[in-house]
Structure formats: structure tokens, C-alpha cells
């Protein structure tokens, strides 16, 4: 039974991650749109790349930095590991 739980409690905390991750995701949208109608028609590119960039940039950081700080393993090993 305890192996039942651990392994619920694993897909619990995936699933809780995954969540987490659509949501960031659809506020980066919501926060692109938001910007895009607060600036004029021709700096709207630019402010789309803006975002772009910074979540391109974010996402880097965190996958080289910030996930070995949460989980105190790197993101870059095999599967078996």
C-alpha cells in the first residue's frame, strides 16, 4: 500500500507542476496582449519580440540555474538516471 501512495503522490506532484507551467504560460499571453494594446501600432513588434525574448531568456535561466537549486539535480541526464 505505501508504494501505491508514493507513486499516487509522484503523479500528484507532476501533475501539480504541469498546471503550473500552462498557467505561466497563458499569463505570458495574457501579458503580451496587455502590453501589445497599451503601446503605439508601430512598437508593437518590438514589444511582442520584448516578451519573446524575455521568456526565452527566463526559460534558459531556470533550466540551467534555478532547477538545480529546486531539486538539486541537473536537467540534462539520461532517462535511466
Known amino acids: 500500500m505505501s508504494a501505491e501512495i508514493t507513486t499516487m503522490a509522484v503523479g500528484v506532484d507532476v501533475f501539480f507542476l504541469l498546471m503550473g507551467a500552462i498557467l505561466v504560460f497563458a499569463m505570458h499571453g495574457g501579458f503580451a496582449f496587455l502590453e501589445v494594446g497599451t503601446v503605439r501600432h ?8 520584448k516578451i519573446m525574448v524575455d521568456f526565452a531568456v527566463s ?11 529546486s531539486y538539486g539535480g541537473h536537467f540534462l541526464v539520461d532517462a535511466a538516471t
Not at 508601430?42 to 519580440?49: D, M, W, Y
Open 59 to 69: 526559460t534558459l535561466i531556470y533550466f540551467s540555474l534555478g532547477y538545480y537549486i
Open 42 to 49: 508601430k512598437s508593437q513588434v518590438n514589444a511582442l519580440v
